[in-house]
């Protein structure tokens, strides 16, 4: 049976429940307005390991644990993972997953693979082709630093345009047991190229992207702002949620009100020195879990557009000139 | 409608077509013994552009363009994208694929991605997501050279365990119009380690992930190595082969007479001095374009288990000491 909907989404026929979820953090992020609802903050950054991508592989590892933990579900009854994250060949996530022995369905969008998980996830329960299926991303400042900026130790001054990437991982458990949100639809995004060139700006490069994906969903679900409650990109930062806005005002919609950017939600940025707010796999997925989630279990937020953003590019593509494409895959959360 | 089987694999009760596909390689893959099949042979290995990235970029836009011409078909017609390649955050993918406007689900699996885009694409289209889906992987050698091991000028000896990285790329277009191919299941892999550190033997890295996956197979759906004509692993190589088959006889399965691989079929090995054989997601997708569908189409092969095979290290990963890790995801083909 069709459930396509319109140019490019998906409404699940049987919409698949999120069941259970979990966040690990870093000591910053625990220091932040959002610090005492994460379930676990690391106080060591190494988390007891050699390299700093052995530290995000076991922030992975923790998150999938401690999502299971909290779950009435065992090991055996999640049957596919779904999972990524920012460093080159996706490392963190096969090193810190090896042990589940789950098949693993390895996954890449920058940032907004913590969106592009959940969008498989989904897809893969509400088909039948599995009863639990598990999303899951990882960022870390310092693996993220070393992998696209510079490395900690040369202590290179930041623009004021600048991300500050979380360290931290979410996973969800997706399933077909009745729990008090569910994913009802998807809108899977296509990549926004607005030739921006400063990989120090990124919330400007991935706005577009933003723009473009809820600009869709609009149209394919025949919606507009007042059918959400809350609009949440991923990590634009304070630069691009402005930059969003308007571009969304030039297509005749005003989502300045329900808007909320999980790396603007997750520092102080008065007080952090985190610049333009945070970003990474790892932002939207802890802030989706440990802020989100519980405010539409509530019924405090009945239907969210919850929409993480990547921006495309490796030091490679960089250094060789190339600009920073953007995507952004929006996924409907509501209340039940 | 659960579509699960067994413990891991997925039986499609709405199988999929294989609608169109096409193989896009370079000069000495076009000199190799399948050289005639192929679609497209670029004589210039920098396809016309500024860089080896770039380069390959345009493998994967041209796969995919071709595989639309040979269909009958339009762009519109083409719900998602579904691609990967080896490079750090698949640079190659984002920016060859980026003109087509059509939403991009980018996976990571290494060389296994081949199957891995296959299989996210084949649950798409038998859940009636899409219409049609396209699943495209490539691979450079110069540019995995260039990541992976040595800048080409270095012009390092190879050892004779190390396998050659395929320069192609393959697309294929998955819809529900009937055609002579179907994916009638898939056994998505989990993450195998048998602890090798050498980064230049993956055959062996990846042989116990091939055999795991197989195994599962053959479980999940009850049957052995007489159901099918051919079971057919990505990129083992000579080396790897011969492990999977000694690994496979241990548990009571005898592949010898079935088994076949791609890289160990796109090269001459002994006229084209590329070792072990070929690697890469560009391997096991132009050679299964080329030359696997077409018997498949004949019914000359009746039921083929395709099985890429991927090494999960980076360069990061390896000089800090990490093993190589395997993955396999499994894609049964039926003539039809």
């Known amino acids: 049976m069709s459930q396509t909907k319109g140019q490019s989404s998906i409404q699940f026929a049987e919409a698949p429940y999120i069941i259970e979820s979990s966040s690990i953090v870093g000591q910053k992020e625990g220091e932040g307005p959002l610090g005492k609802l994460f379930d676990s903050v690391e106080q060591d950054p190494m988390l007891q390991k050699k390299t700093w991508e052995e530290a995000e592989s076991e922030l992975q590892r923790k998150a999938v644990q401690k999502a299971i933990d909290k779950s009435n579900l065992t090991q055996q009854d999640l049957r596919y993972l779904f999972a990524g994250d920012l460093l080159g060949q996706s490392i963190a996530s096969s090193f810190g997953l090896m042990q589940f022995q789950i098949p693993l369905f390895g996954l890449y969008g920058a940032c907004s693979t913590a969106g592009e998980s959940l969008c498989v996830a989904a897809m893969t329960v509400a088909a039948g082709y599995a009863d639990n299926a598990v999303a899951v991303t990882s960022s870390h400042f310092a693996s993220a630093e070393k992998q696209f900026r510079y490395p900690l130790e040369y202590a290179n001054q930041r623009p004021l345009s600048a991300n500050w990437t979380v360290t931290g991982s979410g996973a969800f458990i997706l399933g077909t047991k009745r729990s008090k949100a569910r994913i009802t639809g998807i809108t899977p995004g296509k990549i926004v190229d607005y030739g921006i060139k400063d990989s120090f700006n990124m919330g400007a490069a991935m706005a577009p992207a933003a723009c473009d994906t809820i600009y869709q969903n609009f149209m394919d679900f025949n919606r507009s702002d007042k059918d959400y409650d809350k609009i949440i990109t991923g990590d634009l930062g304070l630069i691009g949620s402005k930059i969003l806005i308007d571009l969304l005002k030039e297509k005749g919609f005003d989502i300045s009100q329900i808007h909320m950017d999980c790396g603007v939600e997750i520092y102080d940025g008065d007080n952090q020195d985190t610049h333009a707010g945070g970003s990474g796999c790892g ?28 921006a495309l590019l490796s030091t490679v593509s960089f250094n060789e000139g190339q600009s920073v494409p953007g995507i952004a895959h929006g996924v409907v959360i509501e209340h039940c």
């Open 283 to 310: 932002c939207s997925a802890v802030t989706l879990s440990a802020y989100i989630l519980p405010k539409i279990h509530k019924g405090e937020w009945k239907k969210i557009l919850f929409l993480p953003t990547g």
